[in-house]
């Protein structure tokens, strides 16, 4: 066969479902009564958010939409887009308003925009001048604004199961012009699943791969030796939506919290490469700083927040430095989950009990009048005490004597509690 006669465009982008009836998974949401179908079928859109992992479907929704609407469609990457191009689009929808025509705005990988880029939506979704489809695969609840968030509903999107991207595959082959001309005899299906980590785009892309790199053969049978050798290496199955995210995280976590930075890095690893927001690793590092580690070692929580700020501003692939030196210093350093376990307990109590009333001498007294009522009176100001310190009760008097902080034996905060244990040995509270 003649290669220039390969298409230019990929075959994801070539077979992409223009109609609902072509659409492969999620029919959650797009069989028969459910809520995009019926959005769709009724033409009676409103402003939504897709989220979903990679090659679910998101575009594709957005697409048939786009196809089957009486509105004017646009499309933005938050990638490449910024408020210029928004404020382009509604102005837009303005001249549509005026002859009756709605305006639909897709954006990709919506939660790349920045709270002024989202914030500049939000008026022309209120007002209906816009109807805004968003796409993301990060969690909305973190991603996306609140003020955004509450004018727009969020549709879930599932991975696509193993029958869905066998559906795929044969649709594929028997729609495109490319793979239906080539004598493909037998495919291992199973493996090239594997390999896609159930993302459609990835599957695609490697199934037409495969089939043009053997085109010249009279027989194209695609085994797993040949994707081995397109690929060169498998995608991590690590989806950041869904189920691989949450054990990944929980091993890393529990990793660092019983000292093993080999673990922690490989963990770590497998996060890197599955393409997990490195910002999502950070702000897990700077929470179990405090709560599996604390006064321990107090330094963890301001080594943390400076790995989170460095991520921040450095991007990957350096990061992965950053990360890996925070990790190392987290999984080795001394454990404590005393400030963790003192405020739950603390909680716990202003929860399940009546609120106590604040001592008269820890009142403030800015007026007269308080401080005839005693606001502030027989208060002991530590410092002008030997040691800084002076013993007084602090708690509420129905809770004196509580205690919710106790120091571990670890480090740092061992040597908080001998401390503590010297200023209130007369209350014998340690």
């Known amino acids: ?27 959650h949401l797009l069989g028969e009564g459910k809520p995009i179908r019926l959005m769709i079928e009724n033409d009676t859109l409103s402003s939504f958010i897709l989220w979903g992992p990679p090659g679910s479907g998101k575009t594709t929704i957005a697409r048939i939409i786009a196809n089957q609407t009486q509105s004017e469609f646009f499309s933005l990457n938050a990638v490449s887009s910024g408020v210029k191009d928004v404020r382009h689009v509604i102005e837009l929808a303005e001249q549509n308003k005026k002859i009756g025509k709605r305006t639909i705005l897709f954006i990709d990988e919506i939660h790349r925009f920045n709270k002024a880029q989202q914030d500049a939506l939000l008026h022309s979704i209120e007002s209906g001048l816009l109807i805004l489809i968003g796409a993301t695969t990060e969690n909305p609840s973190f991603e996306v604004i609140p003020a955004l968030r509450s004018r727009a509903r969020v549709f879930v999107l599932n991975e696509l199961s193993k029958d869905d991207l066998l559906k795929i595959i044969d649709y594929a082959l028997e729609k495109d012009e490319l793979l239906s001309s080539l004598n493909i005899k037998s495919i291992d299906r199973e493996f090239l699943i594997y390999l896609s980590g159930g993302d459609a785009r990835i599957l695609l892309n490697i199934l037409e791969a495969s089939s043009i790199q053997e085109m010249n053969k009279g027989e194209i049978i695609l085994t797993k030796e040949i994707f081995e050798n397109v690929v060169q290496r498998k995608n991590i199955i690590y989806d950041k939506a869904g189920e691989e995210h949450y054990n990944v995280i929980s091993a890393f976590i529990k990793s660092i919290r019983g000292s093993d930075p080999d673990a922690a ?55 992965r430095i950053i990360l890996a030196q925070c990790v190392t210093y987290l999984a080795s350093a001394p454990k404590s989950n005393a400030s963790y376990l003192g405020i739950e307990k603390a909680l716990e109590e202003v929860r399940k009990n009546p609120v106590a009333q604040v001592p008269l001498h820890l009142r403030n007294a800015p007026t007269k009048l308080m401080k005839e009522f005693g606001y502030g009176s027989e208060y002991k100001y530590a410092h002008d005490y030997q040691d800084h310190f002076v013993e007084e009760n602090y708690l509420p008097d129905e809770l004196v004597g509580k205690q919710f902080y106790l120091p571990t034996e670890q480090g740092q905060e061992k040597k908080i509690k001998e401390w503590l244990k010297s200023l209130w040995k007369k209350k014998k509270k340690y």
């Open 265 to 319: 890095l490989y963990w770590l690893a497998r996060m890197i490469e599955g393409g997990e927001d490195p910002l999502f690793i950070a702000r897990r590092l700077v929470i179990l700083a405090s709560e599996d580690i604390g006064n321990a070692s107090p330094n963890a929580l301001v080594l943390a927040e400076a790995a989170f700020s460095a991520v921040d501003k450095i991007g990957m692939p350096e990061a």
């Open 1 to 27: 066969m003649d290669k220039s006669k390969i298409p230019s465009v990929p075959l994801a982008e070539r077979i992409r479902p223009k109609t609902m009836s072509d659409f492969v998974g999620q029919s």
